[in-house]
Every structure is written in C-alpha cells, then in structure tokens.
C-alpha cells in the first residue's frame, strides 16, 4: 500500500506541467520542493513553510514589487560592504535555487554556509552535496571539526560553522526562523532575510528584510551586485544608510493592501469561458 502511494506520488511530481496552464510556473517551483523532500533536502516542515510563501506571493501578486528592488539593492550593498559576508543556506532554498545561490556568493565574495533547522548529519551533508554537484567549491556547515555554537539558541540550528557564520558580520539567511534573527542579531550580526511574510517575526527583526520569492530574489539580486559592484564605497553606504526596514516592511504592507483594495472594489479578473 505505502509502496503504490509512493509511485502515485513520484509520477505525479514527474507529470509535465504545460506551459500554458495559468500557475505553471508556481507548479514547477512546487515541484522542486517536493523532489527535494522526496531526495532528503527539504523537511516536512519545509512543505509547510512553502505553502505559507505561495499565499504571500499571490497577496503580491507573484512578481516583483518595486519595495522588493529597493530592499535587494539594500541588502546587495551591505553585503559589498562587509568584511566577512556568508549566505547560509538551507533545504528550501538548497532545492529551490543551487546555481543562483553560487553565482550570488561569488559574486558578492561570500562564503555559503548550509545551516539546516532540523539539523540531521545526513541531511546536512545530502545539502552540501546538492550544492557541490551545481559547482559549488568550499561549503562550509557540514564539517563538525569547525562548530561551534550560538549560546542564545536552544534548538539544532544553534551549531554554526567557525569559518563561516560564526565570525561573519553580514549574513543573507533566506527563509530563516524568526528565533534565530533575533539571536543572531543579540551577537551582533547584521542580518538579512528573505520572506514573503511582512509580518513575520524574521521580516520584523531583521537589519533587511526582502519581501520576495527567493526563485525571483536571488536572481535578481546578482543582476544588482554586478551592477553596484564597482560603486565606491560611500555610495554604497549612502544605499544603506537611506534604508529603514520597519518603513520598508510598512511600505511592503501598503502595496499589499491597496492591490486587495483594487481587487475588491471591482478590478479582479474575471476568468473568460470560450
Ligand atoms: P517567524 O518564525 O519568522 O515568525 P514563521 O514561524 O511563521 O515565521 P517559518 O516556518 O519560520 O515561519 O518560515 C517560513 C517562512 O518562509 C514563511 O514566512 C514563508 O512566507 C516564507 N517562505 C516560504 N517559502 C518562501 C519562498 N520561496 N520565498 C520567500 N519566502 C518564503
Ligand atoms: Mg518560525
């Protein structure tokens, strides 16, 4: 019985979306996450936290809002500007973006972590794995001759590798538990995150906070850092230093209201029956 339930499902993450079904391209990142549960990447609990993102895409509308470019061009020149920047990476995003991913962190010179919240050796190296197989070089997390620990934390997460966010200063956590920002930040870290959820306790308590899919957000921002990379300096401070994530996170709260607005007085689409 388990075992023809289990063919149902890897024939139905094998069916081929096609290209005109209207949600295909939210089809086709679903299907990432569930092959990466289905190959030890991504939890359980990472369906969950999918299915969360997917209903705060919709509320934006599922592209890229122009608060969403301002909080990236933000988060891309603080991490230029860091001594020591790390991308810490876990089984969402291993699945969702590996080659993004890499090309973000040689593009920003940082180093990528793989920091998994239900933290299990095996799973832990399956990730590294997944990211070497898409090129990546030196990826830190998996080796336990180099953790460490955060003290402000109590759950699995609290390892940290000492090469990496350990002694970094900046570091991107897409998709990261409100917990731990917070404790990150207590140790003095600058933290950014991405996650569709304004009102997340990650998107509250981070330095940044990117409103976005990481399928759009990581991308996007490689584009930015290629082009802020030769900035000077204080230009790039003056980015940082205009930015101000509770306005940011108020603004992201604004464009979502004034879309639903619309939508409710009368410009939802109504769907054509030929
Ligand atoms: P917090 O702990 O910050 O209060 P939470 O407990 O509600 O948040 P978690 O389960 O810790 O949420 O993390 C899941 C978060 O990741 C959700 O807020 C969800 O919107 C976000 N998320 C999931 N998938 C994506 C994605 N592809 N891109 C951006 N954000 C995403
Ligand atoms: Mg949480």
């Known amino acids: 019985m388990i075992f023809i339930y289990r063919i149902e499902i890897v024939s139905l993450i094998h069916l081929n979306i096609p290209k005109d079904h209207p949600r295909a391209e939210s089809l086709r990142v679903r299907e990432l996450i569930i092959e990466g549960m289905h190959e030890n990447i991504v939890a359980e609990a990472g369906l969950i936290a999918h299915g969360r993102g997917e209903a705060f895409d919709y509320l934006i509308g599922e592209k890229t809002p122009d608060f969403a470019v301002k909080q990236q061009t933000a988060a891309v020149a603080l991490m230029l500007l860091a001594e020591k920047p790390v991308i810490s990476v876990n089984g ?3 699945s969702l973006c590996p080659e993004d991913l890499i090309k973000l962190a040689s593009v920003l010179s940082a180093e990528l972590e793989v920091n998994l919240f239900y933290r299990r050796e095996e799973r832990s190296s399956i990730v590294t794995r997944k990211l070497e197989e898409n090129g990546a070089k030196n990826v830190l997390g998996n080796d336990s001759s180099f953790h460490t620990s955060i003290d402000e934390l ?8 000492k090469r990496g966010i350990h002694s970094a200063d900046v570091i991107l ?6 917990d731990r920002t917070m404790a990150l930040r207590k140790i003095g870290k600058k933290v950014i995150t991405i996650d569709l959820n304004p009102l997340s306790r990650t998107s509250v308590w981070s330095d940044i906070s990117i409103v976005n899919n990481v399928v759009r957000a ?16 204080d230009d790039l401070k003056k980015i940082v230093s205009d930015f101000n994530n509770y ?9 979502i209201s004034l879309r639903l607005n619309k939508l409710a007085e009368g410009e939802l689409e109504k769907p054509k029956i030929e």
Do not use: W, Y
């Open 92 to 94: 969402n995003v291993a």
């Open 154 to 161: 109590t759950h699995s997460r609290r390892v940290v590798d």
């Open 173 to 178: 956590v897409p998709l990261e538990d409100g």
């Open 218 to 233: 990581i991308p996007e921002m490689i584009e930015i850092a290629k082009k802020l990379k030769n900035k000077k300096q």
């Open 247 to 255: 306005k940011s996170l108020q603004e992201s709260l604004s464009f």
